[in-house]
């Protein structure tokens, strides 16, 4: 899919100073292909008319489209799963000490609210045995973590699929 953008000829002389201004502060540098600051507006309009369907929730995407829908809970969401993925203990107690700009009342409000969709599940850690039988581990759901890293993946696919075009 080829997009192309108006011509910047026809752009007013404070919009060709903005796009200026924006496109000198970027750090074009660190892309995996080269494009020049003048043909980077039209190459990233095309990028993100690729990357924007992937921020459209799917309805078998309701636990991520609910994680993701605050700060807060991603904040709370995003914790828990990378304490998944490493294997490590997490527990309401710990999320609320590593986001201490929150309450331990509303950290627990939103662990509590996704095991009640099931989106967060009372396991063991992946990774090693809980000594204390009290600490109850919070993991996310099965689908939640297929529906994240399906997430990861289409959007891995898409900018892989625009590099390759533009290598």
Request: aromatic share 12%.
């Amino acid at each position: 899919m080829n997009i192309k953008i108006q011509n910047t000829s026809k752009l007013s002389d404070e919009d060709l100073r903005r796009e200026k201004k924006i496109t000198s502060k970027l750090n074009l540098k660190k892309l995996p292909f080269k494009v020049s600051k003048e043909n980077f507006c039209s190459r990233y309009a095309e990028m993100f008319k690729e990357i924007t369907p992937l921020f459209k929730y799917k309805d078998e995407e309701y636990a991520m489209k609910w994680c993701l829908s605050t700060e807060k809970r991603m904040k709370v969401f995003l914790l828990i799963f990378e304490a998944n993925q490493l294997g490590e203990e997490i527990y309401k107690e710990k999320i609320a000490s590593k986001l201490s700009e929150y309450s331990y009342k509303t950290v627990a409000h939103i662990i509590d609210e996704g095991i009640g969709k099931k989106f967060f599940v009372n396991l063991p850690p992946r990774a090693h045995i809980v000594k204390d039988a009290k600490v109850r581990n919070i993991r996310p759901s099965e689908d939640l973590v297929i529906q994240f890293i399906n997430w990861h993946i289409d959007l891995i696919y898409v900018l892989s699929k625009f590099q390759i075009k533009y290598i």
